[in-house]
């Protein structure tokens, strides 16, 4: 199996990715540090900011999986083309 390059869409979203969850961590950590108690907002906070991650690792698992899709789809085509070459031939 032939090793695909890694895009700028991914590289971007991997340094994203991880910019978000260090400054989330990061901005929830000082206010808690601040506050010194967990109150509603900072509840929903933290489930705001692992939503957010969860959505960008399924946007990742999406370009990968669309980008295979498209190879094989490339793959089908290429030899359904074959097909009609060695079809031509033998009529």
Not at 20 to 36: D, H, M, P, R, T
Not at 59 to 64: A, E, F, K, Q
């Amino acid at each position: 199996m032939p090793q695909r390059k890694v895009g700028t869409f991914e590289i971007i979203l991997l340094i994203v990715g991880i910019g978000v969850a260090i400054l989330g961590f990061q901005l929830i950590n000082q206010v808690y540090s601040i506050e010194k108690e967990i109150s509603w907002l900072m509840v929903i906070a933290i489930f705001n900011w692992l939503m957010l991650l969860v959505l960008f690792i399924l946007l990742s698992l999406t370009v990968d999986a669309s980008k295979k899709q498209l190879e094989e789809t490339k793959k089908i085509g290429d030899m359904l083309k074959q097909e009609k070459i060695k079809k031509r031939k033998l009529i």
